[in-house]
């Protein structure tokens, strides 16, 4: 299965502020899907990320809130911007490897203070 | 919109015995169909995934899929106190390049 490093892997922030996430996979992948995991709740994907064009979210998530870039088909980047405590969550990286099914980054801790 | 039902839990389950967790999904073009472990503080991990109705096994794990019923199960024989974690159903409208609905997931524990 592919390797994914993602980091930070925790971070505590002051409101206000953003945080960019980095997502980096050992092997080339069309598509990468960004995470969110509420405290004791599921994962919410936010957005997909493909290689050349613009990510598509998912409805409740907004560009400008979550910017991602996706600069080649081995890297991409999520920004949490203008934080809050409410975001304050898990956000993960994934990529799909057929039918090795979906693997998962190890994941940032966010805390917005 | 598309969902993915588990029962929260928790559930509890003596060392050896059946775990038995279960998932419904609302979307009929839901095609395939995987089961995560995350323990806590833990990114998922994979066990298995299904696309074809009736059984898969893999070693100590066996999914079960009913596409009629809009149903989907996870059996774990021989429980062992490691099993103990959440987990998450999740459902894909495509084997391939598509994303995942998850589950709220199960909270699993092996009581030895």
């Known amino acids: 299965s592919a390797v994914i490093s993602q980091k930070p892997s925790r971070d505590i922030c002051q409101r206000g502020t953003s945080l960019t996430i980095q997502c980096q996979v050992d092997?080339?992948?069309?598509?990468m899907f960004w995470y969110r995991q509420q405290p004791g709740q599921s994962l919410t994907l936010i957005a997909t990320a493909n290689q050349g064009s613009e990510a598509t979210y998912e409805s409740g998530f907004v560009i400008d809130k979550f910017p991602i870039s996706r600069p080649n088909l081995t890297f991409s980047t999520l920004t949490v911007s203008n934080m809050s405590p409410e975001d304050s969550s898990i956000y993960l990286c994934?990529?799909?490897?057929?039918?090795?099914?979906?693997?998962f980054g190890s994941g940032t801790r966010l805390t917005v203070v | 919109q598309k969902e993915v039902e588990q029962n929260s839990g928790p559930l509890s389950v003596p060392e050896g015995a059946i775990a038995s967790l279960n998932c419904t999904y609302s979307d009929r073009g839901s095609q395939s169909f995987f089961w995560y472990r995350q323990y806590s503080g833990k990114s998922p991990e994979l066990i298995m995934f299904i696309y074809s109705n009736g059984d898969k096994e893999d070693g100590r794990f066996t999914a079960q899929l009913n596409k009629a019923s809009q149903y989907v199960s996870l059996l774990i024989r021989d429980s062992q106190p490691s099993d103990s974690a959440t987990y998450l159903c999740a459902a894909s409208s495509n084997f391939g390049n598509e994303k995942l609905t998850f589950g709220t997931g199960t909270r699993l524990t092996i009581i030895p």
């Open positions: 092997s080339q992948v069309t598509m």
């Open positions: 994934s990529v799909m490897q057929g039918w090795k099914g979906y693997t």
